[in-house]
């Protein structure tokens, strides 16, 4: 007989069933916070002078990350990319429908964020061409990599990135399920850490919703290398996800209470024996309570210590 996954969400405070939220909520939240990302993550670098820009394109995608695991991550989960998703699947907190409507909100919600900043080029005067605008922050590789990185390199790395992302969330969730807030900011800086590393390679995202909200919006070359940015980040989700449900620490076994059965069975029908137990059992009793500071009950009864205390009054003892 096979078993239900629970729907677990893992809300970052750790919402408990009873009032987790309903699925149609949660692809809100997940929408929200994927166009969110897409927004902050392309449009910093496609708006902004690298020579004079304040803040750095990765650490603000970083922080979009942040801000949105914090904003809506009680809702949903904050997973806002497909390859958290399908590594939630893999580590058994999420059913398989759930989480393929996960992963269609999730590409919704970056492409319609990625629609806006394109909107947003074409009113622009000084751009004359918004799709190479759009090149200039999608994931590509070969020719269309900074550093020309061929395909094996970008294939590697997206594969190990995409697994350290999971990794951390579901570490991160699992530890904070009791309420905390540092999972968004792990995640968070991991993500502006690994974006950072890609950025040179071609603008690697770790995130198919992303990957595919740029190359909708940029040149023909985008959507023919699409393939590998949607198949790698999911590969190394699913070995994160897989290792993390395999090696998840087990429950601690309960103590085992000492059989006294043999015990009790030796003494049946030998009473000297049983006497003799009952004896050391009633000594030892005694013993403790005498350390303790307690009165020995059972070595001096009451009509000892009644007699011991006439003497005392009649002047017998001092």
Do not use: C
């Not at 809300?11 to 809100?28: I, M």
């Not at 013993?287 to 001096?300: C, F, H, L, T, V």
């Amino acid at each position: 007989m096979s078993s239900s996954v629970p729907d677990r969400h893992d809300a970052l405070p750790g919402t408990s069933d009873a009032v987790r939220p309903g699925l149609l909520p949660r692809l809100g939240a997940e929408a929200f916070g994927s166009l969110f990302i897409a927004v902050a993550g392309l449009g910093v670098p496609l708006f902004s002078i690298p020579q004079s820009s304040p803040l750095p394109a990765t650490l603000a995608a970083g922080l979009a990350v942040t801000a949105a695991m914090l904003a809506v991550g009680h809702v949903s989960g904050g997973h806002f990319n497909p390859a958290i998703t399908l590594g939630h699947l893999l580590a058994g907190r999420i059913r398989a429908g759930a989480a393929a409507a996960y992963a269609v909100a999730q590409l919704a919600g970056a492409v319609v964020g990625a629609l806006v900043l394109f909107a947003v080029l074409r009113t622009l005067p000084g751009i004359a061409d918004s799709r190479t605008a759009f090149d200039t922050v999608t994931a590509g590789f070969g020719e269309h990599s900074i550093i020309q990185a061929p395909v094996a390199a970008v294939l590697l790395l997206e594969v190990l990135g995409a697994a350290i992302v999971v990794a951390v969330f579901l570490g991160a969730a699992a530890r904070e399920r009791a309420g905390g807030v540092v999972a968004p900011f792990a995640v968070g800086l991991t993500f502006a850490a690994l974006l950072q590393l890609g950025q040179a390679m071609g603008n690697l995202p770790y995130n198919p919703a992303r990957a595919l909200a740029s190359a909708v919006f940029s040149s023909g070359w985008a959507v023919e290398q699409l393939w590998v940015f949607l198949v790698a980040p999911l590969a190394g989700a699913a070995v994160a996800g897989l290792l993390f449900r395999i090696f998840r620490a087990a429950p601690v076994p309960a103590p085992v209470a000492a059989d006294t059965s043999d015990d009790d069975a030796s003494t049946e029908g030998n009473p000297g024996v049983a006497a003799g137990a009952r004896t050391d059992h009633t000594a030892g009793t005694a013993g403790e309570a005498r350390s303790a500071g307690q009165p020995d009950q059972a070595a001096r009864p009451a009509g000892a210590a009644a007699s011991e205390a006439q003497e005392f009054f009649d002047g017998k003892r001092g």
